[in-house]
């Protein structure tokens, strides 16, 4: 079992005017059918708010702490502006307790600092970068996520997501430049089946070990093969190798190469 390393995060309280109470629903809708499976349990929470938008324009804000938010896989930075008012925003590697940031149409090219996609030279590493003008970030927003800057044509940027795919961006668009912080999550081992639970996941069963009315891997003597040709789920839908994303999707035409295919171990 590993752990995120947690130092210099601030050992304090979260803000008050800050934070909602979520109702967990365990994965049921509001008829109370479970429409997601495997979820449940789980150490209580406080959501943490956390501004996306960052439209506080040429005002220029203070890094009062780092904090560990327990419904993101990111750490959070909780800002004073100049006006008294507090705000968590997602915090970006490297940056300290003290440091200033600030959002404007073209700030310093300082990690943290908040500016227009068209004023951001090329080779930049960005995150939390809006698909829509004035609608708050949308992509790279996990831990370690980040974008980088290949060109401007015209009133789009050209973006090579983390993915390897590289899309067209709005110009106009806002977006924060540096890191997403936590770069090492994905490094983390449970370890054991209740830290799992800890987390708010419940157990899953293999298709192969249930019986055939329940799954379409089920049933046979002993261990055997799927019986199937194709991967399916428990509904019978096709997994493996199927394409999912709609053809006629609004964006299909902003994307310039798709991510490169895996290969398979």
């Known amino acids: 079992m ?12 979260p803000e008050k005017s800050l934070v909602r109470r979520l109702k967990a629903h365990a994965g049921r809708n509001s008829a109370g059918r479970i429409t997601m499976r495997h979820q449940g349990g789980g150490n209580k929470r406080l959501y943490r708010l956390v501004d996306f938008r960052q439209d506080k324009m040429n005002q220029k804000g203070i890094v009062e702490t780092i904090e560990y938010d327990p419904y993101r896989t990111a750490f ?10 507090r705000r968590y925003i997602l915090a970006p590697e490297g940056v300290k307790v003290g440091e200033e940031i600030v959002t404007a149409e073209a700030a310093a090219l300082k990690v ?3 500016m227009k996609l068209k004023n951001i030279p090329i080779g930049y590493q960005i995150h939390n970068i809006e698909l829509n003008p004035g609608k708050g970030g949308q992509l790279a927003r996990s831990a370690g996520a980040y974008a980088e800057v290949l060109g401007n044509a015209g009133s789009y940027t050209d973006l090579k997501m983390s993915s390897g795919e590289v899309r067209k ?3 106009e668009s806002f977006a924060s430049l540096g890191q997403v912080s936590n ?3 994905n490094l983390t081992v449970i370890g054991k089946a209740g830290r799992s639970r ?5 157990p899953t069963v293999r298709g192969s070990a249930m019986n055939p009315r329940d799954h379409k891997y089920g049933g046979g003597e002993g261990r055997t093969q799927r019986g ?3 991967p399916k789920d428990i509904w019978g839908n096709i997994t493996g190798g199927r394409k999912t994303r709609k053809r006629k999707k609004y964006s299909r035409g902003l994307i ?3 991510r490169p295919k895996r290969l398979r171990k």
Request: charged share 25%.
């Open 198 to 202: 800890w987390l708010g996941t419940r």
């Open 228 to 230: 199937t040709r194709r």
């Open 76 to 85: 959070i930075a909780k800002v004073r502006y100049g006006d008294g008012q």
């Open 169 to 171: 961006v709005l110009a």
């Open 112 to 114: 943290g600092n908040r």
């Open 183 to 185: 770069p090492e999550h």
């Open 256 to 258: 310039i190469a798709r």
């Open 2 to 13: 590993t752990n995120v390393d947690y130092v210099g995060l601030s050992k304090v309280a």
